[in-house]
Every structure is written in C-alpha cells, then in structure tokens.
C-alpha cells in the first residue's frame, strides 16, 4: 500500500500545484522548489526499495532477469525526470533571483515537461512492479507443482 502512495505521490507533488496557488503567496516559489526536493528525494528512496526486494528475490532463488530489465528502464526515466526537476529549479531560482514573485510562462511549461517526465517514470515503476510481482507469483507457481520428494519454498 505504502508503494501505491508513494508512486502516485511522485507526479501529484507537480500536478496539485496550479500557478494561481502559487501566485497567492509571495514565497509560492520557494515552497514549490521545496517540494521539488523532497520528491527527488522519494524518488530515490523508492528505487532503494525496489533494490532491496531485488536483492532478498534473487537471493532466494526467483528469476528476476525481467525485473532487472525493468529496473534499468526505471533508472534511465528516473533520470529524464531528475533532469527536468532539476531545469525546473534552475528556472524558479532564476525567476527569484529576478524579482518575480509569480509563476512565468516559461515556469509553467517546464513544469508541464517535468510533470511529463514524472508520470514516464512512475508509469516505468508500475511496470517494474509488476514484474517482480510476476516472478514470485511464478516461483510460487513452480513450488506448489513441484513433486512430493522436492521441498517446495
């Protein structure tokens, strides 16, 4: 459950954060740039997650050759976005640094690109998910059919 929060958290930090509720208050930027943070942040810890349920399936005998495949699809998304969020806040610190309180133009449409970018890689998540999900279903398959002289897991 904690996953599903987590990767619909991802995309929402950005989707949730409409221009007019940033322009209602003068430090609308700042505390957007923070929210930015702490979702590169979760962003990390979710692929640390991923790793260590790799890592014990593995270690207990599951096929995670797809899942593997999947985590390397999930790394390369989850730097497209880093790399948008990361244009994003360069921008909203520009935009600071400038006097301007207020979302531009140009803020908007990074955001729509890392929002964009952010849904990829959440989208990649799910998918890496469902792998590993298959290949202990599939595991717990093959011990329930094994023969009565082989232990099942």
């Known amino acids: 459950m904690k996953n599903k929060l987590a990767i619909g958290a991802l995309a929402l930090a950005v989707l949730f954060t409409s ?3 940033l322009a209602a208050k003068p430090e609308g930027l700042t505390s957007f740039k923070g929210r ?8 990390d810890g979710i692929l640390d997650r991923f790793e260590a349920v790799m890592v ?4 207990k005998g599951y096929d995670t050759s797809k899942a593997e495949d999947a985590y390397d699809a999930v790394i390369a998304k989850q730097d497209a976005a880093k790399a948008e969020v990361e244009a994003l806040k360069t921008l909203i610190d520009e935009t600071i ?3 301007v309180a ?3 133009a140009e803020i908007r449409t990074q955001t729509k690109e890392a929002k964009d970018a952010l849904m990829e890689y959440r989208d990649s998540v799910k998918e890496l998910r469902d792998e ?9 398959g093959e011990a329930e059919d094994a023969p009565a002289d082989e232990p099942a897991l």
């Open 36 to 43: 930015l943070d702490s979702l590169v942040v979760r962003m």
């Open 132 to 140: 590993l999900r298959e290949a202990i279903e599939n595991k717990k």
């Open 19 to 21: 221009s007019s509720a």
């Open 97 to 99: 640094a400038g006097g």
């Open 102 to 104: 207020t979302p531009t």
């Open 56 to 59: 014990k399936a593995e270690a």
